[in-house]
């Protein structure tokens, strides 16, 4: 009979200290996420010095936490997962030496995972990943377009040439002076406006990469100029015609996959899948496909430490661990990334 295996998974790249444990890749047995985002949403953003001090002060408490949560003990654990990049290089530390600790003390393999495939994984928890699928991660630091065509090989069929489209709906609340996320407030004023500012199309070509800096700084400007001239800005008009934007050349260019490639599933992940207009627009384009859709649930949208232990079940499986020398990285490009893993 297969043994259950338990990963305990640790995640701390931004602003969220989060711990779970995940059976057999699939099942969130716990999950904690403490998260800082009230204290950051002062600042307008998060502040990195900030954002390390706080998940030394909370790592153990939400270790304790999830450790509460589970019915076995920490030595039914079969192997510690920790986020070692991309993210803020401080905070990542906190998870990772946590990690190195909990793998020494009782004597359990470490296994190292990319923040960006934790969100490609959180997808199997309530549905399992059916391949070949086509990929979007959508988040504050990626906007990535892959195929997935087993469990192990993948290939990055585009990305973002220079802003994520989550930093964009954070850039654009910040100058419409909503509060830190961005993401989730603009979706909410952007139901209560109309789609009346013309606004540059993003990347407007046939390839699958995308570029939303130029759209940031077309409504910076905008903004800016307006308020020089004493002219109002209708901030939900304003919302709401860059929701519809930005979502606009994600379904187009996933749409323009799902032709060209014939594949016959999608899939949607990170923190901006959490927006219900882009769930719904992307959920339309695969149907008109003929592909099925899934997206997470919103809990595991944004960032939680139960997506980490979906992704480290097949480095598990495939005994892909890492030694004490292991650092965390603040970034790394997602196609080195998976070419080096495939080696
Ligand atoms: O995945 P995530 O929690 O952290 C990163 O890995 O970056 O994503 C955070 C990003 C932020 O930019 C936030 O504004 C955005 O996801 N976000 C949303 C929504 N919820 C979070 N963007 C649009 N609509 C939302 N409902
Ligand atoms: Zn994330």
Known sequence: M??????????????ETSMAIVKNGREVEALTIATQMETHASFGGVVPE??????????????EET????????????AIAVTYAPGLLGSLLVGVECAKT??????????AVNHTMGHIYANNIEYEI???????????????????????????????????VGEVYDKVARVLNLPYPGG????????????????????????????????????INLVHNERQRNHGIRVADLACSFQKTAVEELTRKVGLALKNTQIKN??????????????EEMAKTCAEAGATFHVPNILY??????????????????????????????????KKYIEDSQK
């Open 130 to 164: 059916t391949y070949p699928t086509l990929a979007l991660i959508v988040s504050g630091g990626h906007t990535d377009m892959l195929i997935l065509k087993n469990e192990t090989e993948m290939e990055v069929l585009g990305s973002t040439m220079d802003d994520a």
């Open 67 to 78: 450790l509460k949560k589970f019915s076995g003990k920490i030595e039914d654990i079969d």
């Open 266 to 279: 999608m899939i949607l992940a990170g923190g901006v899948s959490a927006n219900k207009y882009l769930r």
């Open 301 to 334: 949208c944004t960032d939680n430490a139960a997506m980490i232990g979906c992704a480290a079940y097949p480095l598990f499986k495939a005994q892909k661990f890492a030694d004490f020398t292991l650092n965390a990285k603040s970034s790394e490009n997602i």
């Open 50 to 63: 900030i954002a390390s001090r706080m998940h030394t002060e909370s790592i153990t408490l939400v270790l």
């Open 102 to 111: 909990l793998s020494l003390v009782y004597n359990k393999p470490l296994i």
């Open 2 to 15: 297969n043994k259950d295996i338990h990963i305990l998974a640790i995640e701390t790249s931004c602003d």
């Open 184 to 219: 989730p407030k603009i979706e909410k004023m952007a139901l209560e406006g109309k789609d009346t500012y013309e606004l540059p199309k993003p990347m407007n070509d046939d390839s699958y990469n995308f570029s939303y800096s130029g759209l940031k700084s077309y409504i």
